[in-house]
């Protein structure tokens, strides 16, 4: 069986133990997260309208081999960490954002620290301007991919809604991976364009849940919107409380931790939690032979921020203010962790 190990947080210290798992016995756990990889370009100018000119040698960043080499062995390092604490084969699914082309998440998956768990790979290019897209990477020796097709975006060109079906160890399940609209030009007049977004996803689950009553989903990404706002709140009306969630419905385990003041970005010393993992009722309401939702975490170990001064405890990312920082991203991936008893 898998064990549970102690997890520390660079915003909350807390313990993962034994006495968490209640009256769970025999259980195994898996990890599936998301990860907003903050530009993870290759060196090479290959984007029609120029949307990727930053990312070469004579760009705005300098962008060369070596720092694109850095920056895949630092993502990978990230990544190899992400769910460890609980489960040891870390996370089986990871939906990721900001990656310019398969060529570099071909880079990614075969780096050291990831390369043993032969992580396949599901992408789509979308119309995106700055040419960047969603992507989802899967450990095939718990995740069979059935189906994946890309939802466009209705109002302007920005990133596919990435929809992949397949069976986790045999049981159905569904994965919408999102990088919603930005908030350029301000929160409330950009308000409209993550609520569109927020339709398309819905429109996706009414599809599944038209077919499969009882489907699996989960809805990952950077939404650029936190869990009590107006596109997640209400359009796909994702509940704070777990009891809230009607059949059908959607549960939001990251809205408590939000309340808590933990969040994956900060901004001008405010924490924003735009990277969640949203529920379907029947991942959290599944019996206990089956896999369903148990603890969901920010995965914002030390290793990932700024060690010192007034950014402290902040996500230490690639560039700032133009300087290279050899970081990791702007973002802390989210996780969830899933279990099922068996005898």
Known sequence: MLSLFTVCSAQQQRKITTADLGTL?????????YYNLENLFDTIPNQP?????????TGAFAWNTHKYNEKLRRLSYAISRIGLDVSPVGAVVLGVSEVENRA????????????DRQYGIVHFDSPDRRGIDNALLYNPRFFTVTNSVAHPFPRFRSRDQLLVSGYLMGEKMHFIVNH???????EERSRPNRVA???VTMAIIDSIQRIEPNAKIIVMG???????DYSIAVTLNAKRNREDVQPGGLYNPFWAIHDRGIGTLSFRGRW???DQLILSYSLVNAPRNEWRFWRAEVFNRDFLTHQTGRDRGIPL???QGGVWLNGFSDHFPSLIYVVREVE
Do not use: C, K, M, Y
């Open 180 to 186: 919603w609209p930005s908030r350029l030009g301000g």
């Open 317 to 319: 990312r690639t560039h």
């Open 25 to 33: 016995r025999n259980a195994q756990v898996l990890t599936i997260a």
């Open 222 to 228: 950077d939404f650029n919107d936190d869990p009590r």
């Open 272 to 274: 924003n939690l735009f």
């Open 197 to 199: 977004a927020a339709e």
């Open 104 to 115: 570099v998440l071909e880079d990614l998956v075969r780096q050291p620290a990831i390369a």
């Open 49 to 57: 309208e120029g949307g990727d000119l930053d990312f070469t040698p």
